[in-house]
Nanobody, 116 residues
Framework: QVQLVESGGGLVQPGGSLRLNCAASGLTFSYADMSWYRRAPGKERELVASISPAGRTINYSDSVKARFTISRDNMKNTVYLQMNSLKPEDTAVYFC?????????WGQGTQVTVSS
């Protein structure tokens, strides 16, 4: 049974930082493409960042480029999203997704709120 568990969300002031973690189990993590998505209130789900299995290919949405950094530790079966210079418009539920040759799997999400 595949499980993805996000953590690290919370309330932060504008300009602050958070690091999200997504711990994976039940799959061969080192073979999985990993991504972070977010869904803001009243908006469609948006791809934030993605990273290939060995970490050689990384992509970001224009809205987070130069502020967010995705990384992974294949020994710990964990993918991270370091978020700096946070803005109120970054407020959303953040989800991680694993994509393998067999299927896609989603975590339950973690809330990030950027507000003063």
């Amino acid at each position: 049974q595949v499980q993805l568990v996000e953590s690290g969300g919370g309330l932060v002031q504008p300009g602050g930082s958070l690091r999200l973690n997504c711990a994976a189990s039940g799959l061969t993590f080192s073979y999985a493409d990993m991504s972070w998505y977010r869904r803001a209130p009243g908006k469609e789900r948006e791809l934030v960042a993605s990273i290939s299995p060995a970490g050689r290919t990384i992509n970001y949405s224009d809205s987070v480029k130069a502020r967010f950094t995705i990384s992974r530790d294949n020994m710990k079966n964990t993918v991270y999203l370091q978020m700096n210079s946070l803005k109120p418009e970054d407020t959303a539920v953040y989800f991680c997704k694993a994509r393998t040759s067999r299927s896609e799997y989603w975590g339950q999400g973690t809330q990030v709120t950027v507000s003063s």
